[in-house]
């Protein structure tokens, strides 16, 4: 699917998922004409509508995939690791605090 987006822009959140102008519209929250107004752009433009549904596709391929999260989770994991060296060994029978407590 290439589908590009509009995003109501929060404080945090949408931005970083659109990027206004390449992979969509962000606009701002509860402003219906901007809304529609992005729409049109996007309905009325095949050429705009296909560059930006492609964009949004390879970021969120680039972001999402699962190539891309087990990165994250494994950098994530190695980050906790270092912190953990010369520690005792964490059981389950320790419990969430022990976690907490890294």
């Not at 987006?5 to 701002?28: C, D, E, L, M, N």
């Not at 494994?74 to 029978?93: H, Y």
């Amino acid at each position: 699917m290439r589908r590009p987006g509009i995003s109501a822009r929060k404080p945090a959140g949408s931005r970083r998922q659109s990027r206004h102008g390449r992979t969509g519209f962000v606009v701002p929250q509860a402003d219906p004409r901007a809304i529609a107004d992005a729409a049109g752009r996007l309905l009325g433009d095949p050429a705009l509508r296909r560059r930006m549904g492609d964009a949004a596709r390879a970021t969120a391929t680039a972001r999402f995939s699962a190539i891309a999260q087990s990165r994250l989770l494994e950098d994530a994991l190695l980050a906790v690791s270092d912190r953990c060296d010369g520690m005792t060994e964490i059981t389950p029978a320790a419990g969430p605090a022990a976690l907490r407590a890294l």
